[in-house]
């Protein structure tokens, strides 16, 4: 099955700082890539995903980036701001799991006001 | 994308006992999920619910421990039987948008095994 790993797994910056986050993954058939934010106590929230057609997306401060040939897939953050403090997930997964995702460990995410 | 809601968000069980969960969907949904989140961890995956199918449970999650039931397209219910203290976990339920595949989660519910 799919195996995700998730670096680093806590990450602290400053207000106004980049972060980035990254992730790879083992199934090469894996073609979808979703990003999820998860503030304490609530529920997972979907930010952002790719799919294996294309190389970057963004929207607004933040992206994300898919190498397929090296199975790899990053998280950027630019001009981070204090409520972006929060624990944020990766996922892999492919048609064939009915893209059920397989989720990193994730990244605790702190930004110094 | 779909409104999901919880019942109950939060329970505090006796060891030995079952508990319920509810998982409403605004909306018709083929794929319902069901996750455990343990404090501090990540999302582990119990099992997939689709409507007029048994459930398929992954790995280390068995069905008279978990039984779920699906009896429509916007509704489900998790059990958690015989309780134990390790038992205290998140769970959550989520469902996949089609024809997006994107997934979204419920708000979860907090159990507590004493």
């Known amino acids: 099955g799919e195996n995700v790993e998730q670096h680093p797994s806590t990450l602290s910056v400053q207000e106004g700082d980049s972060a980035v986050i990254k992730c790879t993954y083992s199934?090469?058939?894996?073609?979808?890539f979703p990003w999820y934010k998860q503030e304490l106590g609530k529920r997972p929230q979907l930010i952002i995903d790719?799919?294996?057609?294309?190389g970057e997306k963004k929207d607004q401060r933040i992206a994300v980036t898919l190498n397929k040939t090296a199975k790899h897939f990053s998280l950027h953050i630019t001009e981070t701001q204090p409520e972006d403090s929060a624990v944020y997930f990766c996922a892999a997964s492919s048609a064939g799991g009915s893209y059920i995702p397989t989720f990193g460990r994730g990244t605790s995410l702190i930004v110094h006001p | 994308s779909a409104v999901i809601s919880q019942k109950p968000s939060r329970d505090i069980c006796q060891r030995g006992t079952s508990l319920t969960i509810q998982c409403q969907v605004d909306?018709?949904?083929?794929?319902m999920f069901w996750y455990r989140q343990q404090p501090g961890q990540s999302l582990t995956l119990i099992a997939t619910?689709?409507?007029?199918?048994?459930?398929?449970?992954e790995s280390g999650f068995v069905i008279d421990k978990f039984p779920i039931s699906r009896p429509n397209l916007t509704f489900s219910t998790l059990t958690v039987s015989n309780m134990s203290p390790e038992d205290s976990s998140i769970y959550l339920c989520?469902?996949?948008?089609?024809?997006?595949?994107?997934?979204?989660f419920g708000p979860g519910t907090r159990l507590t095994v004493t």
């Open positions: 989520s469902v996949e948008d089609e024809p997006t595949y994107e997934q979204y």
């Open positions: 909306s018709q949904v083929t794929m």
């Open positions: 199934d090469s058939a894996s073609n979808y």
């Open positions: 619910a689709n409507q007029g199918s048994e459930a398929t449970y």
């Open positions: 790719i799919r294996s057609n294309v």
